[in-house]
Each structure stands twice: as C-alpha cells, then as structure tokens.
C-alpha cells in the first residue's frame, strides 16, 4: 500500500520531514513533500511509494516531541502536571539517539528555555551498553 492515511501532522524539527500520527494511531516521520493534506472531502495521506515514511513510535506523545520546538515550563513540571512521564523521556532520548539521530535537527526541543536532559534512568542504562549494542 503506498497510500497512508494520515490523521494528524505538524512540520517536524527535523529538516524536510514532517511529524504525522497515522489513522492507525501510530507516530511517523515523513518527507514533507510526500505529504497530501485532505481538501474536506478526500482525506490526508502520505504517498508512501518511495518507502520513505518511518514508523517512530505507538506511543502518541512521541509526535509532540517531533515538533514542538519549546514547553514554557520545565520537564519536572510537565511530569507533575502529568504530561510527560519518565517512560516518556527516556523514550524520546532512546530514539533521539537511535533513528532519529539520522535526521539534521533544525530545532531542539526546550524545556522553560533550557534544551532536553534525558532522566539518569536513560543515562545509567546508556552508559551501562557495550558500545556494539548502541
């Protein structure tokens, strides 16, 4: 199928790329030309014929990771407030480290003005791996 219905998307942080939440609920990231916007009466798909679009994650809070490009208040804040848990952050530092490390990045993510820290959790983990691994 080179035709992916698309439910959601934002320009993404990532150059020529947008973030896109599939009807299947899932997290892409996509080339912004292949992107197909609904007019109202067709929905919005991506044309996926050149198996550009890459699946990052089930989890749904990974597409505002994608573009949101700053939160007015610190990630300890967003975790009280319940937006974001641990499990959210060490998701995204696995996968800003992982696939999304072979995208250019044209904005970071902020957090009350200062860039994302990955929790400790994620660091000890990091760090623990034989390099072979990573």
């Known amino acids: 199928m ?5 439910a959601s998307a934002a320009a993404s ?3 020529g790329m947008d973030a896109l939440v599939g009807e299947d609920g899932r ?3 996509g080339r912004s030309e292949n992107y197909c916007p609904g007019d109202g009466e067709a ?4 044309d ?4 550009s679009l ?3 994650s089930d989890n749904i809070k990974m597409f505002h990771f994608l573009y949101g490009e700053g939160w007015p208040v610190s990630q300890r804040q967003m975790r009280r407030e319940r937006c974001f848990t641990k499990a959210d952050y060490i998701e995204f530092a696995s996968l800003r480290d992982g696939v999304l490390s072979h995208y250019r990045p044209i ?3 902020t957090f009350a003005g200062r860039p994302f820290v ?3 959790a994620y660091c000890r983990m990091h760090r623990a791996r034989p390099a072979a691994v990573r």
Do not use: G, H
């Open 2 to 6: 080179t035709e992916i219905l698309i």
């Open 13 to 15: 942080n990532y150059e």
């Open 27 to 29: 997290v892409y990231l």
């Open 43 to 46: 929905p919005a798909f991506y």
């Open 48 to 51: 996926n014929s050149d198996n």
């Open 54 to 56: 890459q699946l990052i």
């Open 107 to 109: 904005r970071e993510v």
């Open 118 to 120: 990955p929790p400790k």
